[in-house]
T-cell receptor
Framework: AQSVTQPDIHITVSEGASLELRCNYS??????LFWYVQSPGQGLQLLLK??????LVQGIKGFEAEFKRSQSSFNLRKPSVHWSDAAEYFC????????????FGGGTRLMVKP | NAGVTQTPKFQVLKTGQSMTLQCAQD?????MSWYRQDPGMGLRLIHY???????DQGEVPNGYNVSRSTTEDFPLRLLSAAPSQTSVYFC?????????????FGPGTRLTVL
């Protein structure tokens, strides 16, 4: 069965520092890959997605992610973190043969130090 | 557009009580789904629907019922609430059933079962 792993439950970075959130998936073919962000008390907002083409994907709020097939990874990056980026981040994969169901990772909670 | 709306935002139930979580979308999306979010486990799919009159089970369907009489509405029913159903519930919708289609999430319902 497909699975998604986010190895880091919590990450703390200083404002202005760079950020990388890790995501690894398990699936036999190329999946569709998503990153969502959840601010406290809010629903999930899509940051970016990948399903074909250029393996470096640009998203909203200055985020980007790179799909690496050889490593089964889709890590999220941002060159300079802002205090407003503090939130929980979820990686998810979608599959055509699953009726558009998404499989989510456990999430990474990002805290930003001033 | 209001997007995906959910009511109520918060609910406390006693064990054995029943209730319905409401979900509506005004984007004319065919696909709708319900997820539950538990700490460290990300979001898990409960039930989904690919159109009015069609529903199917997701990863964790036990204890929940759904129906889809209109394109806009997709209520989730708890028949006899149990403490294990304490969770945050998210409704989502998307334009299609392809794994690459973006899902849009509602703000969530926080349910506590005593």
């Amino acid at each position: 069965a497909q699975s998604v792993t986010q190895p880091d439950i919590h990450i703390t970075v200083s404002e202005g520092a760079s950020l990388e959130l890790r995501c690894n998936y398990s699936y036999g073919a190329t999946p569709y890959l998503f990153w969502y962000v959840q601010s406290p008390g809010q629903g999930l907002q899509l940051l970016l997605k990948y399903f074909s083409g250029d393996t470096l994907v640009q998203g909203i709020k200055g985020f980007e992610a790179e799909f690496k097939r050889s490593q089964s990874s889709f890590n999220l990056r941002k060159p300079s973190v802002h205090w407003s980026d503090a939130a929980e981040y979820f990686c998810a994969v979608g599959y055509n043969n699953a009726g558009n169901m998404l499989t989510f990772g456990g999430g990474t909670r990002l805290m930003v130090k001033p | 557009n209001a997007g995906v709306t959910q009511t109520p935002k918060f609910q406390v139930l006693k064990t054995g009580q029943s209730m319905t979580l409401q979900c509506a979308q005004d984007m004319n999306h065919e696909y709708m789904s319900w997820y539950r979010q538990d700490p460290g486990m990300g979001l898990r799919l409960i039930h989904y629907s690919v159109g009015a009159g069609i529903t199917d089970q997701g990863e964790v369907p036990n204890g929940y019922n759904v129906s889809r009489s209109t394109t806009e509405d997709f209520p989730l029913r708890l028949l006899s609430a149990a403490p294990s159903q304490t969770s945050v519930y998210f409704c989502a919708s998307s334009t299609g059933t392809s794994g690459s289609d973006t899902q849009y999430f509602g703000p969530g319902t926080r349910l506590t079962v005593l």
